[in-house]
């Protein structure tokens, strides 16, 4: 009986929270400056302040069916593997890095092995990122096998089998999972995902900024005016954006048919000016066209917003996940994993889909255009709204602290501070003298010790 119960709960999305009654429009706030939608420098910040901080989702576990099963992504150029381990079974990420001279070890964007080799030197590592064989370096002195493993990467499967990373190499600052996302877990449970399976995935590449398309993103105050299918499939005067712990819980009510009031008998036909009354005819009942289906679905949608840069959304035919990929200041990929309900006839899937990829097209060309304009360098900030625009700020607001708070950290330590870099302690000295060397030149860095301007 409580299965039952908790099945029933996940077809029902809660509603969201009331507004408190003295709730009113505080006064508006605006956008970060513009630059940060252009700016090399406020981007490589991000990656170090934002990027190498957040758990970021990748995939979900439905997908590997066996061990050895592996998928390869970039992050904000950071390439790195997820995959099923056949020592524990469990999914795990690791660094697309060879140890021995920085090789991709999976070439492919997915397979399946239970042992993965470099195609450069032959060196070989188990689905635990284990090192199995290194060729000739048996007899090497001062060679460790076990020191020189995969790099891992810190990882978390959810409860609902979504799998996130997190680059982040400092244990102390890590923070875990369930505190970084605090209450999503349960949110997420009134959604049923195991009645869902993968159906496709599609990317969109786009030349603009990964905050031009989470603005758009996090708001539907632009629904009526943009998005004229979504516009149909859900109230948008109910649409809400809640803020939680870094991250948005988006609320709408769907729209729901009504059903039409029965049509009045057709009056009987009235007598000629002869003064003969016509006999009436039978008529043929009208036929009703069938009604046709919400792309939506039946319930109204469980749509989360994950700080920075993803979004999972549900309906009751299927859900989908949006993964923002950046990959400099003008330029972000868009990727999309759609999975459908079980045993749902083909012809509702392709509905859905199409009802899905227009409404993203749609954010897509608003952001390709909106980008061009922050490009020219003529609008420098825009005034928010404070209620319809809340997910907006919200999001914002997390990266302007984020960014803030590192960038003091980094003026303090006098150079960059990459979170992900993963310290090499056996380096001889000769090696940590010319590391050194490259730090004081600030190597690599594209920060430079020049004031950023807030």
């Known amino acids: 009986m409580a299965s039952t119960k908790v099945d029933i709960a996940r077809q029902v999305p809660s509603a969201p929270p009331a507004d408190e009654p003295a709730a009113r429009l505080l006064p508006g706030e605006h956008t970060l400056p513009a630059s940060w939608w252009t700016s090399e420098k406020v981007f490589e910040l991000e990656k170090r302040s934002i990027f190498n901080k957040s758990w970021l989702f990748c995939i979900h576990s439905s997908r590997f069916n066996k061990a050895g099963d592996y998928f390869r992504f970039t992050f904000a150029g950071i390439n790195f593997f997820v995959i099923k381990s056949k020592v524990d079974n469990q999914i795990k990420a690791f660094h697309n890095v060879c140890r021995h001279r920085a090789y991709p070890v999976v070439r492919k964007d997915k397979g399946s092995s239970t042992v993965l080799g470099c195609k450069?030197?032959?060196?070989?590592?188990?689905?635990?990122?284990?090192?199995?064989?290194?060729?000739?370096?048996?007899?090497?002195?001062?060679?460790?096998?076990?020191?020189?493993?995969?790099?891992?990467?810190?990882?978390?499967?959810?409860?609902?089998?979504?799998?996130?990373?997190?680059?982040?190499?400092?244990?102390?600052?890590?923070?875990?999972?369930?505190?970084?996302?605090?209450?999503?877990?349960?949110?997420?449970?009134?959604?049923?995902?195991?009645?869902?399976?993968?159906?496709?995935?599609?990317?969109?590449?786009?030349?603009?900024?990964?905050?031009?398309?989470m603005d758009g993103y996090q708001?539907?105050?632009?629904?009526?005016?943009?998005?004229?299918?979504?516009?149909?499939?859900?109230?948008?005067?109910?649409?809400?954006?809640?803020?939680?712990?870094?991250?948005?819980?988006?609320?709408?009510?769907?729209?729901?048919?009504?059903?039409?009031?029965?049509e009045p008998e057709p009056e009987p036909e009235q007598s000629s000016w002869f003064g003969m009354r016509k006999q009436a005819q039978p008529q043929p009942s009208p036929q009703k066209k069938p009604k046709k289906a919400n792309p939506g679905g039946e319930f109204n949608g469980l749509w989360v917003y994950l700080f920075p840069t993803n979004g999972i959304n549900c309906y009751s035919p299927a859900w989908y996940s949006i993964r923002v990929l950046p990959v400099s200041p003008t330029h972000t990929i868009l990727q999309y994993d759609i999975f459908t309900k079980k045993g749902l006839d083909e012809d509702t899937k392709k509905e859905f889909v199409d009802f899905l990829q227009l409404v993203e097209l749609e954010d897509f060309n608003l952001c390709q255009l909106t980008q061009k304009n922050l490009n020219e360098g003529v609008y420098s900030s825009g005034y928010l709204h404070p209620l319809k625009e809340r997910g907006v700020l919200f999001y914002q607001n997390l990266v302007r602290d984020m960014v803030k708070e590192h960038f003091a950290l980094e003026q303090a330590a006098g150079k960059p501070i990459n979170p992900a870099i993963i310290s090499n302690k056996k380096a001889n000295k000769d090696v940590q003298e010319l590391e050194e060397i490259c730090n004081q030149l600030e190597c690599g860095s594209s920060s430079g010790s020049s004031e950023l301007q807030w």
């Open 219 to 262: 708001e539907c105050y632009h629904c009526p005016t943009a998005h004229p299918g979504l516009s149909s499939a859900f109230k948008m005067e109910t649409y809400k954006v809640v803020p939680k712990n870094r991250y948005c819980r988006h609320y709408a009510q769907i729209v729901r048919e009504e059903q039409p009031e029965s």
């Open 120 to 213: 450069y030197h032959g060196w070989s590592y188990n689905s635990d990122g284990k090192l199995l064989k290194a060729p000739h370096f048996n007899d090497v002195e001062g060679f460790v096998k076990e020191e020189n493993s995969l790099f891992p990467v810190n990882t978390h499967v959810t409860e609902q089998g979504l799998v996130f990373v997190n680059f982040n190499n400092d244990p102390e600052s890590v923070i875990p999972f369930d505190k970084w996302f605090e209450g999503l877990n349960s949110e997420l449970n009134e959604f049923d995902f195991s009645d869902y399976e993968y159906h496709m995935s599609y990317e969109l590449d786009g030349q603009f900024n990964w905050k031009t398309l």
